[in-house]
């Protein structure tokens, strides 16, 4: 199984990015795809999450600002993350469950920089 995050870059305060989580070796159904943060010196946490049936979470932090999507013929998820504040600045991971419970598989990181 791989997953790979891209997408992560520089941004202005108030910019937008989109982040793309591509997934291969997964053949069954997918549990949660999940997108986590961890800023430096912070505990790594939930930035957003769909679950199957279509539920999809945020965190409090970016409720209203980012939003979560997949598409499942591609093996791709995205994260669309608008009005950017220099706190979002974090390296970004995507999490891929198969069965809920299990940690899943995560990806190396992509790093978002928001700063003037």
């Known amino acids: 199984v791989q997953v790979v995050e891209s997408g992560g870059g520089l941004v202005q305060p108030g910019g937008s990015l989109r982040l793309f989580c591509t997934y291969s070796?997964?053949?069954?159904?997918?549990?949660?795809l999940g997108w986590y943060r961890q800023a430096p010196g912070k505990q790594r946490e939930l930035v957003a999450r769909?679950?199957?049936?279509?539920?999809?979470e945020y965190g409090d932090a970016v409720k209203g600002r980012f939003a979560s999507s997949r598409d499942n013929d591609k093996n791709t998820a995205f994260l669309q993350m608008n009005s950017l504040k220099p706190e979002d600045t974090a390296v970004y991971y995507c999490?891929?469950?198969?069965?809920?419970?299990?940690?899943?598989?995560w990806g190396q990181g992509t790093q978002v920089t928001v700063s003037s």
């Open positions: 999490n891929v469950v198969r069965v809920r419970g299990t940690p899943g598989y």
């Open positions: 070796g997964i053949h069954f159904g997918i549990y949660a």
């Open positions: 769909i679950i199957s049936g279509g539920v999809t």
